[in-house]
């Protein structure tokens, strides 16, 4: 009976997914092969469900997405990054100074440990953050669910963002999208760059590898014109649907009933950082001459993943946004473990002994 529960949850999974991401595609809502997947995930999950999707799977959806990412990278990009140098490190900056401010007032108003706000406030890969405060101390459930409703936040925002200021150009690109195109060699080569790129990412212990490795050897062997990556359409929804199906699914009861005393600082913090990136995104605009929806999404809050998939059928400057999100996610990286350590020092409130 629990086997064949299973299976029904699995096509009922399959079944609503499938018919949210269809009517999310006829109303041009970006990211539809990924919305429809996490939005269906997250109902089913916090209604009970047990199922999972096998780690390896996101482990190569990753990979797949590292690919894209390649895919529309440039050399032009690093040029434009340079030349920009001074604002590009202001937006890096302030984003970690406006995480910092985010993680201290939650700890500071909340009855979160200091740990457990300071790595579930942080704006990098999710995955990352997730894996990483295990070994500092926080609470593993809590840190997840502070991510991953700020993926859900920034998701739902940037999709809604997006489909507002995609023009009738780009709409009519999106209809005319091949579903499936006749493959050839370069399918899989392709193939074989995220398998090996994937695998030495994850062998080497990097943070986000599987994802990384792929989409900085895939950049440099394109660039160079060693190989032409080709992900066709529907092998890239499969990899949107998985990412969705494993954010979605982390949103359990047991976890969510443990953040609900804390609920209202922890949206009012995600939310305050999501405003605090919108500011910024317009100063970029201004600065830089670039259209909104590049700014926005260059400064968005993560994650990596679904900033990556939202971005690809937006008609943006794709190789900017995610060179300033690589450039971001390294950058808390390398800050996370300090800045937690800092805060989860100093901003809890000192309590007085009743003795």
Same mark, same amino acid.
């Given at each position: 009976?629990? #086997?064949?529960?299973?299976?029904?949850?699995?096509?009922?999974?399959?079944?609503?997914?499938?018919?949210?991401?269809?009517?999310?595609?006829?109303?041009?809502?970006?990211?539809?092969?990924?919305?429809?997947?996490?939005?269906?995930?997250?109902?089913?999950?916090?209604?009970?469900?047990?199922?999972?999707?096998?780690?390896?799977?996101?482990?190569?959806?990753?990979?797949?997405?590292?690919?894209?990412?390649?895919?529309?990278?440039?050399?032009?990009?690093? /040029?434009?990054?340079?030349?920009?140098?001074?604002?590009?490190?202001?937006?890096?900056?302030?984003?970690?100074?406006?995480?910092?401010?985010? /993680?201290?007032?939650?700890?500071?108003?909340?009855?979160?440990?200091?740990?457990?706000?300071?790595?579930?406030?942080?704006?990098?890969?999710?995955?990352?953050?997730?894996?990483?405060?295990?070994?500092?101390?926080?609470?593993?459930?809590?840190? =997840?669910?502070?991510?991953?409703?700020?993926?859900?936040?920034?998701?739902?925002?940037?999709?809604?963002?997006?489909?507002?200021?995609?023009?009738?150009?780009?709409?009519?690109?999106?209809?005319?999208?091949?579903?499936?195109?006749?493959?050839?060699?370069?399918?899989?080569?392709?193939?074989?760059?995220?398998?090996? =790129?994937?695998?030495? $990412?994850?062998?080497?212990?990097?943070?986000?590898?599987?994802?990384?490795?792929?989409?900085?050897? $895939?950049? $440099?062997?394109?660039?160079?014109?060693?190989?032409?990556?080709?992900?066709?359409?529907?092998?890239?929804?499969?990899?949107?649907?998985?990412?969705?199906?494993?954010?979605?699914?982390?949103?359990?009861?047991?976890?969510?009933?443990? =953040?609900?005393?804390?609920?209202?600082?922890?949206?009012?913090?995600?939310? /305050?950082?999501?405003?605090?990136? =919108?500011?910024?995104?317009?100063?970029?605009?201004?600065?830089?001459?670039?259209?909104?929806?590049?700014?926005?999404?260059?400064?968005?809050?993560?994650?990596?993943?679904?900033?990556?998939?939202?971005?690809?059928?937006?008609?943006?400057?794709?190789?900017?946004?995610?060179?300033?999100?690589?450039?971001?996610?390294?950058?808390?990286?390398?800050?996370?473990?300090?800045?937690?350590?800092?805060?989860?020092?100093?901003?809890? #409130?000192?309590?007085?002994?009743?003795?």
């Amino acid at each position: 009976m629990a #086997k064949r529960s299973s299976i029904l949850q699995w096509v009922l999974l399959l079944v609503c997914s499938l018919t949210l991401s269809l009517i999310f595609l006829h109303f041009h809502v970006p990211a539809a092969m990924m919305l429809g997947p996490m939005i269906t995930a997250v109902i089913m999950s916090l209604c009970g469900t047990k199922i999972r999707v096998d780690s390896r799977l996101f482990i190569s959806a990753q990979a797949v997405l590292g690919c894209m990412i390649a895919k529309n990278l440039s050399a032009s990009t690093l /040029g434009s990054l340079a030349a920009n140098w001074s604002i590009v490190l202001f937006v890096v900056v302030a984003t970690l100074l406006a995480s910092f401010l985010s /993680g201290w007032l939650l700890v500071r108003f909340s009855s979160l440990p200091g740990t457990t706000g300071a790595w579930g406030s942080s704006p990098g890969g999710a995955a990352a953050m997730v894996a990483m405060s295990e070994d500092y101390g926080a609470d593993m459930r809590l840190v =997840a669910f502070m991510q991953y409703l700020r993926v859900l936040f920034v998701s739902a925002s940037a999709a809604i963002v997006a489909h507002l200021m995609i023009d009738e150009n780009v709409r009519t690109v999106v209809r005319e999208v091949i579903w499936f195109p006749p493959l050839d060699r370069r399918f899989f080569t392709t193939l074989a760059l995220a398998a090996i =790129a994937g695998w030495l $990412g994850r062998r080497l212990r990097v943070p986000s590898g599987t994802m990384l490795f792929p989409m900085i050897i $895939g950049a $440099g062997l394109q660039t160079s014109e060693v190989l032409t990556i080709q992900l066709p359409e529907w092998f890239l929804a499969i990899a949107y649907a998985i990412i969705g199906w494993c954010v979605g699914l982390r949103f359990n009861r047991a976890v969510f009933i443990l =953040a609900l005393r804390t609920l209202p600082q922890i949206v009012a913090s995600i939310l /305050g950082l999501m405003v605090l990136c =919108a500011l910024m995104s317009v100063a970029l605009t201004e600065v830089l001459g670039m259209d909104f929806l590049t700014a926005f999404l260059a400064t968005s809050p993560g994650g990596v993943e679904t900033v990556a998939i939202i971005a690809a059928g937006s008609g943006v400057d794709m190789s900017f946004v995610m060179a300033m999100q690589t450039l971001r996610l390294f950058s808390i990286l390398l800050t996370g473990p300090t800045t937690a350590k800092f805060i989860s020092r100093y901003a809890p #409130k000192q309590r007085i002994s009743s003795s």
